[in-house]
C-alpha cells in the first residue's frame, strides 16, 4: 500500500473565512474578553488559545484571547498533556 502526501490545505484567517462580516465587526471596538474564564481582560491579553477545524479542503482557525491567569494554566496544562503522550508511547 502507497500512501502520497496530499498538497498542504489552505489556511484561511477567520475573516477571510467568513463569508460575511462578523456583526462585531461592523460595531464599535468592545473590551476583550477571556475565551477560558468569561472576565474581562484589561490591556493586553495574556495569550490566545487556538481552535483548528476543517470545512472540506479548507483549514479555518481561530485565536481567541486568554487572560493572564489562564493563557499559563492552559500552556502547562497541555505541556503536561503532551508529556504523559510521551511516557505512555515509550
Known amino acids: 500500500m502507497t500512501i502520497r502526501a496530499r498538497d498542504p490545505l489552505p489556511l484561511l484567517t477567520e475573516a477571510e ?45 481561530e485565536e481567541p484571547p486568554l487572560c493572564q491567569s489562564c493563557a499559563p494554566t492552559i500552556g502547562i496544562c497541555a505541556l503536561a498533556g503532551w508529556d504523559r503522550e510521551d511516557e505512555e508511547s515509550e
Open 17 to 61: 473565512a467568513s463569508p460575511r462580516p462578523r456583526a462585531s465587526a461592523t460595531r464599535a471596538p468592545t473590551t476583550l474578553v477571556c475565551d477560558a474564564c468569561d472576565e474581562p481582560i484589561v490591556g493586553e491579553p495574556g495569550g490566545h488559545g487556538l481552535y483548528v477545524w476543517t470545512r472540506g479542503d479548507t483549514v479555518r482557525y
